[in-house]
């Protein structure tokens, strides 16, 4: 399985830009979305992101990710909600809210970082 086309909001997209410098991943956007969802999922706690009401910014094209990724963050996402979901688009949904918020929490951690910071570093450190 894969995921279909979702959309992020507009100021999701900007931070997608922005981390994708912090993180020194300019030519790997996939690689930027899944840490923007574990970001997202472990940022949350026990709660779930809210629902995004701008859906006018990038579009995670189809099957960006999936295979084993897909599956993981899919059972994460049924952890969260306590419940199995079988429908897809629902299923991507979920993913793109946990990525937007990611990209949010990574824009908040980027911004708040003085120039002798690596972000690389800041993200090993653990969320309390």
């Keep these: 399985m894969a995921n279909r086309k979702v959309n992020l909001s507009t ?15 300019e030519d790997d956007r996939p690689a930027v979305l899944k840490i923007a969802f574990a970001k997202g999922y472990i940022s949350c706690k026990d709660a779930i992101p809210p629902e995004l009401e701008d859906k006018k910014g990038f579009v995670i094209p189809d099957g960006v990710i999936s295979g084993d990724d897909y599956l993981l963050f899919k059972h994460l996402i049924f952890e969260k909600l306590g419940q199995t979901i079988e429908d897809s688009k629902q299923i991507d949904d ?9 990209l949010r ?13 690596n972000y690389l570093l800041l993200l090993l450190q ?3």
């Design 94 to 102: 979920y993913l793109a809210r946990f990525i937007d918020y990611g």
């Design 11 to 25: 100021a999701a997209t900007e931070y997608l830009s922005e981390a994708m410098v912090a993180l020194e991943l």
């Design 105 to 117: 929490v990574m824009h908040d951690e980027i911004k708040n970082m003085s120039s002798l910071d």
């Design 126 to 128: 653990p969320v309390l």
